[in-house]
């Protein structure tokens, strides 16, 4: 049973992560047109995108794959510091001092890593589906595009996250105390914290385009200002 849950809960991960790839590349290629003073339509928008919907998910899988690779190799570090400040902490020396020490540190540089990979490739998918590239060829353009950006960047993806939990939180939050006051194993908090999850999630469907609006402006401006 529990071998079943853990299988649809990926296969559910997956779909999710293949839907919003696709939503992702038809709302940049809305804000592109609207950006050019072009109108545009979800079924329009959606069109184009179909054939570029094996890109996306390659994309995807590239940019998994190598935040995966970082994960594991700091994984691996991090084991073994951890081991080496067990051992040394067995004969108590102070060497299980460093060995934590070192285990926090490659923890913090993991989580430094990924963010440093995410910021990189933030500009594929505008590249992706606006210039027609392959899914290698987008993660190098965005390498290039995001050059002298980072902070840019870095404060959009900020900015859009703090509204977007913001929202979250301000709708979903009465929902939530509603349901801790009237006690979460009875049935009206149940019904309270379903419409809190209701309503949480829609406040992020409302405010997550902000993100994709904000990476496909950025990505207009760089490239005016370099081409």
Known sequence: ??????????????????VYMIALGATTLAVSELYV?????????????????????LLMLLIALRIAGLAIGASIVIGLASAAAAIAG?????????????AMVAIVAMAGG???LMLRYAMAV?????????????????IEL?????????????CASMVTYAAMIL?????????YLSGLDTTRGFWL???????????????????????????????????
């Open 1 to 18: 049973t529990i071998m079943l849950l853990f299988a649809g809960m990926m296969v559910a991960l997956v779909i999710y992560a293949v």
């Open 37 to 57: 003073g072009r109108p545009a339509t979800i079924v329009q928008v959606y069109r184009q995108v179909r054939s570029r919907i094996g890109g996306l998910i």
């Open 90 to 102: 067995a004969g108590g020396g102070s060497a299980a001092i460093v060995g934590g020490l070192a």
């Open 114 to 116: 990924i963010v440093f």
């Open 126 to 142: 505008p590249s992706l589906v606006l210039e027609g590239l392959t899914a290698p060829k987008s993660i190098r353009r965005s």
């Open 146 to 158: 995001t050059r002298g950006r980072m902070g840019r960047v870095f404060l959009l993806v900020l």
């Open 171 to 179: 709708l979903q939050g009465p929902f939530a105390a509603g349901a």
């Open 193 to 227: 914290s379903i419409a809190g999850t209701v309503a949480g999630t829609v406040g992020g469907t409302l405010t997550s385009p902000f993100l994709v609006i904000g990476l496909a402006v950025l990505y207009y401006d760089a490239r005016i200002r370099e081409e």
